[in-house]
């Protein structure tokens, strides 16, 4: 089983930075694609951003792009969300998820293993 724990959340002013952290654990981790979502309230889950484990592709929703940076370091397991600029329409409960294999990573459903998530409050 593979754990996933964010964290790194806060309240913020419009125009500050957070950086997320997503450690995972689990003697079966083995990723091929990291990726984040958010999830505001009454509204869907949606993509954020996602990384290919081994070449560190990255990828990133129109929405956040120039804004949002996604990294990895594979020696701690761990995947960072570095989010600068915040928006108020960045609020929302941040996850992160785990795709050990190859395929579509835009949704939801693409990942096997899920954060508990981690709370990105921004203030006007």
């Known amino acids: 089983q593979v754990q996933l724990v964010e964290s790194g959340g806060g309240l913020v002013q419009v125009g500050g930075s957070l950086r997320l952290s997503c450690a995972a654990s689990?003697?079966?981790?083995?990723?091929?694609?990291m990726g984040w979502f958010r999830q505001a309230p009454g509204k869907e889950r949606e993509f954020v951003a996602a990384i290919t484990w081994g070449g560190g592709a990255t990828f990133y929703a129109d929405s956040v792009k120039g804004r949002f940076t996604i990294s990895r370091d594979t020696a701690k397991n761990t995947v960072y969300l570095q989010m600068n600029l915040l928006r108020p329409e960045d609020t929302a409960v941040y996850y992160c998820?785990?795709?050990?294999?190859?395929?579509?990573?835009?949704?939801?459903?693409?990942?096997?293993?899920w954060g508990q998530g981690t709370q990105v409050t921004v203030s006007s």
């Open positions: 998820a785990d795709r050990p294999y190859s395929g579509s990573y835009l949704r939801p459903r693409d990942y096997d293993y």
């Open positions: 689990g003697r079966t981790f083995r990723s091929y694609v």
